[in-house]
């Protein structure tokens, strides 16, 4: 805690320190355990009222938008803009590029603006947002939260999750959605009296940039300082399309139970540059036999356990031989007539 506290102060990130409006978003869900009642419950009343067949729910969100509020939906020109809504015509532009999962979405997130509109404008309101940029941000954060509760209701969803025992791939089949569609909505069921899992959802790429997290538990994850490359999500890249898994230690002896697994995302034609990602879904250990991923593993005192840590400027381990950087804060043992195999050795 010392080195955080150090960090903190040398880098200037206490929390009166100014953000990013991506970075206030991520902290009002993670305050949230990111679960938010006021939108999760809405959607999936409104997903019963439009009788949503899971896996086939394009149709009866097109539907919705028509007879609810006269939109209409048709394609639009291959372009950088996946989809656009005119309010003044009523009409929803969707890219043919979209994958069928997308489309659902997409659709989803305008009939939420459309559905709960007052809701989200309250919400907006009310939550920590500093500026235009941010409360923007947040609008939209909150349609995707609720297109995400309307395409994978609640119950319904964490129903299939429980059958399946959290197998993301077959949760993606059921439900015709992505696999960092399921894990993120996997991040989100903690609904008073029927909790699922409670996981920590991140999506980072290839330098190390963490673009996407949030958490039901309280995992920690760095704000500055990189993250542990001992950690599984930074393997995905070499194995990809592979579900690989993790028994992790943090410092403080918290152990946790992590998967990792690359996403790719193809945009335009052959020669255009695509989007490789690594998505991880991480839970406390004592959760992880819920998990089919830990058929086969031992999970008790004899586990094999990889120490991780949040950051090498913060991580207390003074042994690591993957360390980046020194600890803030800790002396290091300097002598040219002697070498060793940590790239900082601390004072004894």
């Known amino acids: 805690m010392e080195n955080i506290a150090a960090l ?10 100014s953000q990013q409006p991506h ?10 355990r990111n679960y938010v009642t006021e939108l999760d419950e809405p959607a999936e009343k409104l997903a019963a009222t439009l009788r949503l067949t899971p896996g086939d729910v394009r149709s009866g969100l097109a539907t919705g938008l028509r007879e609810r509020h006269g939109v209409q939906v048709g394609p639009a020109p291959l372009g950088a ?4 809504y005119d309010p003044e015509r009523k009409t929803l532009h969707l ?5 069928p999962g997308q489309v659902a979405f997409r659709l989803a997130s305008e009939l939420a603006l459309l559905e709960a509109g007052d809701t989200i404008d309250r919400l907006v309101a009310t939550g920590p ?6 409360r923007r941000l947040a609008r939209i954060g909150f349609a995707n939260y609720y297109a995400s509760a309307l395409v994978l209701p609640y119950r319904v969803f964490l129903g299939a999750a429980e059958r399946y025992r959290y197998d993301i791939t077959r949760l993606s089949d059921h439900f015709g959605v992505g696999f960092e569609t399921v894990c993120h909505r996997l991040s989100t069921l903690q609904r008073r009296g029927t909790r699922g899992v409670p996981f920590s959802f991140v999506r980072v790429d290839r330098a190390g940039n963490i673009s996407k997290r949030q958490s039901a538990t309280g995992f920690h994850f760095s704000r500055a300082g990189g993250s542990c490359p001992l950690w ?12 690989l898994t993790q028994i992790a230690e943090l410092p403080d002896g918290k152990k946790y139970f992590w998967l990792a697994r690359t996403v790719t995302r193809t945009i335009g034609g052959h020669g255009d540059p695509g989007k490789t990602f690594a998505i991880a879904l991480g839970c406390e250990l004592r959760h992880a036999r819920r998990l089919v991923y830990s058929d086969g593993l031992e999970l008790g005192t004899n586990a094999a356990v990889t120490p991780i840590g949040i950051g090498c400027k913060v991580c207390e381990r003074p042994a690591c031989p993957q360390r980046a950087f020194p600890a803030i804060g800790k002396a290091l043992r300097v002598d040219e ?8 050795p601390p004072l004894a």
């Open 81 to 84: 803009d996946q989809h656009r």
């Open 95 to 99: 890219s043919p590029a979209l994958r």
């Open 129 to 134: 947002f500093s500026g235009d940029t941010a």
């Open 8 to 17: 903190v102060s040398e880098q200037g990130l206490d929390r009166g320190a």
């Open 337 to 344: 007539h002697t070498s060793s195999l940590l790239p900082y």
């Open 23 to 32: 970075e206030e978003i991520r902290d009002w869900f993670y305050q949230r």
């Open 232 to 243: 599984i999500v930074y393997e995905a890249f070499s194995s990809p399309g592979r579900i």
